[in-house]
């Protein structure tokens, strides 16, 4: 999924645009209203992520722009404008969320799932496959082991997805940063092994010995039926 990100603040704007790559998005970036409506229009976005107070257009102005060609896109301000009015006017606008700065990475994720889940949802496409005693429902970036509900990044079902679809088989780095990162990613083992990492937290049940996400030691993982 695409997502454009549009804040004059440049920490601000390179902050989420770290937390929304590591989270498995694709991000394109903005720095003025101007060029995030020259952006949106070249890049076709599925998702965008606005300011309020920018130079040129403000993000009421671009939100204006992109629900007359678009009226299904999720759009989500971020900003630090914190009058009730202010939210009341971007939600009129057909925001779907107004997060308020100074904000917190955990709330920042939780929002942006929960939108992300909304455009699955629009798209009519749901997805669900198996992995061990996982089934994956792909379209609401979460897990299920019975009746327990697990959370999951869109990066995490993405490389899910490459292991459910190649049962056996040894998977070496470049073929899973090609599909939880992009081929265009510089690869890094450290970064591959601590997101496997933390991916077994969340779908083992003993993360100490893996029954879905298995090392092959010098190569790569398998997922082993």
């Known amino acids: 999924m695409k997502v454009l990100v549009a804040e004059d603040d440049a920490l601000i704007r390179e902050g989420l645009v770290d937390l929304l790559e590591e989270e498995g998005y694709e991000v394109v970036a903005a720095a003025d209203g101007a060029e995030a409506w020259a952006r949106f229009e070249a890049e076709a976005p599925e998702f965008v992520c606005l300011d309020v107070m920018m130079p040129k257009l403000s993000g009421y102005d671009v939100c204006k722009r992109i629900r007359a060609v678009d009226a299904r896109i999720p759009v989500v301000f971020i900003s630090a404008k914190s009058e009730e009015l202010d939210k009341v006017l971007g939600l009129e606008l057909g925001a779907d969320d107004f997060i308020m700065k100074p904000f917190g990475v955990r709330e920042v994720i939780a929002r942006i799932r929960a939108v992300s889940r909304r455009a699955f949802a629009v798209r009519s496409t749901a997805e669900r496959f198996t992995i061990g005693d996982l089934e994956v429902l792909a379209d609401e970036l979460r897990a ?68 879905i996400i298995k090392t092959v030691h010098g190569v790569g993982y398998r997922y082993e039926p």
């Open 144 to 211: 299920r082991r019975g009746e327990a509900a697990i959370e999951l990044s869109l990066r995490d079902v993405k490389l899910l997805r490459v292991f459910a679809e190649n049962p056996g088989k040894v998977l070496d780095r470049d073929r899973l940063f090609d599909a939880g990162w992009g081929a265009r990613y510089l690869p890094s083992s450290r970064t591959l092994d601590q997101h496997i990492s933390q991916l077994r937290k969340r779908v083992e049940l003993d993360p100490r010995s893996p029954r």
